[in-house]
């Protein structure tokens, strides 16, 4: 999965290019910020350093649907990082703007990585095959001779993704416990208003974009990914304990 070239092209636009035209489609609960709180993060941007976030290279737009409920859809923006030639890693908001929310996270592996997983971790996991040959995932900005290389690079991952503010159902506060969320596999499931909306915004056309990814590979998906399609729904449940929490 090398990544290099694409990796400094997307770097250099990464942070002009498809940008502030996606607002959170919420409003934080909370008093507005005062006089001395934006002094002291001014300060603070201007003095320390935040290796973790300048490493940030890639903004990709998308779709996710919470897993087990293909009706509850929503517009993802990730912004990435790569780890290695097998690992990246995303934030995650509900908007490109200021005022965006962080929504959640999503782990990328190479395939070669997933074929690794216990069969119990591969329900988790869904594949970005769809996604990519469909033209619902973009980076925004990005022109096609970057862009392109870029996908062909993600169409044979998969990613593990939880929200933990679900604003999308009018969270002001990320109230509740996170959600396991997955991206659709086929024409049909997502809802054509968002598709419709995004593509409207960053002046794209989705059906041009999967014209022109049609001679990107792709493998088939490997086996245990998207288990949704067949009846393996895997989500958080609360529940009450009087003893320690295991973790594993």
């Known amino acids: ?52 976030i300048d490493a940030i290279s890639t903004y990709l737009d998308g779709f996710h649907f919470y897993n087990g409920e293909q009706k509850g859809q929503m517009e993802a923006h990730h912004y990435v990082t790569v780890l290695n030639e097998d690992v990246m890693q995303a934030v995650i908001y509900d908007g490109n703007t200021r005022d965006a929310k962080l929504m959640g996270i999503e782990y990328i592996i190479s395939e070669r990585l997933f074929r690794t997983l216990p069969a119990e971790e591969k329900p988790y996991w869904h594949s970005h095959r769809y996604e990519v040959k469909s ?16 996908m062909s690079k993600i169409v044979n991952t998969y990613g593990k993704t939880w929200h933990t503010w679900h604003t999308d159902r009018d969270k002001t506060l990320p109230l509740g416990i996170p959600a396991l969320m997955m991206g659709f596999t086929d024409d049909g499931q997502l809802d054509p208003r968002l598709l419709a909306d995004r593509d409207s915004r960053f002046n794209i056309n989705s059906q041009a974009i999967r014209q022109s990814r049609q001679d990107i590979p792709a493998h088939p998906v490997a086996d245990g990914a998207d288990a949704w399609e067949k009846g393996t729904v895997v989500q958080l449940k609360r529940t009450e304990s009087k003893g320690n929490a295991l973790h594993q």
């Open 1 to 52: 999965m090398k990544i290099s070239r694409w990796l400094i092209y997307a770097s250099l636009l990464v942070t002009g290019c498809g940008a502030a035209n996606s607002p959170s489609p919420v409003k934080a609960t909370g008093e507005a910020t005062s006089t001395k709180m934006n002094v002291l993060a001014t300060g603070a941007t201007v003095i320390q350093s935040r290796p973790p």
């Open 135 to 150: 033209g619902s995932l973009v980076a925004p900005g990005l022109p096609e001779s970057a862009e392109k290389p870029l």
